[in-house]
């Protein structure tokens, strides 16, 4: 069925459609990923499984590949990941003239230099917005996660250097107890459904459909969550799908070693929440990186904030006249500025 209301706020709400089925126009079938249920994972206990395992993907990788490339940030998923490549190896790290990846550029240009990969910044500009957003969203049949064009660009970028399969490390965060700020609160049922929101289509759409359902399967007693089942189910799926829906615009193959593995004992909240996300892969970071000290999170960094700190906002009429553009971020700017540019393209 279409419902173009619903699609609108369910991306504005959660930067993907929630609901299969759904779409904004016959002929749009929005894809979504499902990754695989941890059944068909390999369970691990300890960093040096980690460790052993990985080695284990990358020794049957290379049997297939020649060439196999990687996105690498400053943080240390990607970083323990880049250990397993053999030296020569293309490295991409995503870069502004902003400055805005300054640190991250400047930790990637050190896990180069010790693994020696070939290092290759990718500047991503607003030119490259407009170029690559219109590619990834017609292969979605919906608008996209801001970081699917820059991954559509380094994908393409890859290809050219003859890479023939890239690595990410993208499921780090959901297996292995990241995203902890999410995580370790305990959120009342409301809470969450506020935090969990990106941007609230009642605030910039004038048709918003409420969301409410997606959350309440999740939903504890009279006002508690259960979140970890809410991630595993609900934040996999919009994240592993930007990486999903990019690479495959591009026809690029690309592999998530992480993906593969789960924990085997539950996860210790009370380590998390004494500041020790992730700690298993972490530990692996101290035996790859002996010399350097662990890093906290870094996402992958977007310029958004820079590239939109201007853009005056939507004009169709599909949003509201009275956006508080002001008190946007810039990742909230790309939503409003990305479904216009897919509405546009839409109704073209």
């Known amino acids: 069925?279409?419902?173009?209301?619903?699609?609108?706020?369910?991306?504005?709400?959660?930067?993907?459609?929630?609901?299969?089925?759904?779409?904004?126009?016959?002929?749009?079938?929005?894809k979504n990923y499902r990754p695989a249920d941890d059944s068909q994972r390999i369970a691990v206990t300890t960093s040096a499984d980690i460790d052993h395992?990985?080695?284990?993907?990358?020794?049957?990788?290379?049997?297939?590949?020649?060439?196999i490339g990687i996105l690498l940030s400053g943080g240390m998923d990607s970083a323990n990941l880049a250990a397993y490549l053999k030296p020569g190896s293309h490295a991409y790290t995503f870069n502004s003239t902003s400055g805005v990846f300054d640190a991250d550029?400047?930790?990637?240009?050190?896990?180069?230099?010790?693994?020696?990969?070939r290092h290759h910044l990718i500047d991503i500009t607003m030119d490259d917005y407009e170029r690559y957003t219109p590619i990834v969203m017609r292969h979605k049949f919906a608008p996209v996660h801001s970081i699917e064009p820059q991954i559509y660009k380094a994908a393409e970028l890859a290809k050219a250097d003859g890479v023939q399969l890239m690595i990410v490390g993208e499921s780090a965060d959901l297996i292995f107890g990241g995203m902890?700020?999410?995580?370790?609160?305990?959120?009342?049922?409301?809470?969450?459904?506020?935090?969990?929101?990106?941007?609230?289509?009642?605030?910039?759409?004038?048709?918003?459909?409420?969301?409410?359902?997606?959350?309440?399967?999740?939903?504890?007693?009279a006002d508690g969550i259960d979140v970890s089942r809410f991630m595993d189910d609900v934040f996999a799926i919009e994240s592993s799908g930007s990486y999903l829906n990019a690479f495959g615009a591009a026809w690029m193959p690309y592999y998530d070693p992480y993906a593969?593995?789960?924990?085997?004992?539950?996860?210790?909240?009370?380590?998390?929440?004494?500041?020790?996300?992730?700690?298993?892969?972490?530990?692996?970071?101290?035996?790859?990186?002996?010399?350097?000290e662990i890093p906290f999170k870094i996402p992958m960094p977007r310029p958004v904030d820079a590239v939109f700190a201007n853009w005056q906002g939507p004009q169709r009429p599909e949003f509201r006249s009275d956006i508080p553009m002001h008190d946007l971020t810039g990742n909230q700017k790309w939503q409003l500025w990305c479904a216009e540019r897919f509405l546009d393209m839409l109704h073209a």
Request: charged fraction near 30%.
């Open 1 to 30: 069925m279409t419902d173009k209301d619903f699609c609108l706020s369910s991306y504005i709400a959660f930067r993907y459609i929630w609901r299969d089925g759904v779409d904004f126009a016959e002929g749009f079938q929005h």
């Open 53 to 67: 395992e990985i080695q284990r993907q990358f020794d049957a990788l290379y049997e297939k590949y020649d060439s």
């Open 105 to 117: 550029v400047q930790r990637a240009r050190t896990y180069c230099a010790k693994w020696q990969l």
């Open 180 to 221: 902890d700020k999410l995580i370790s609160p305990c959120w009342t049922f409301d809470a969450f459904v506020k935090r969990y929101t990106f941007l609230d289509p009642g605030l910039v759409l004038t048709h918003p459909v409420s969301q409410a359902e997606l959350f309440e399967p999740y939903r504890i007693g």
């Open 260 to 292: 593969r593995l789960v924990m085997a004992e539950p996860l210790d909240m009370e380590r998390v929440r004494g500041g020790e996300p992730k700690y298993l892969v972490r530990g692996l970071y101290a035996i790859k990186y002996p010399e350097l």
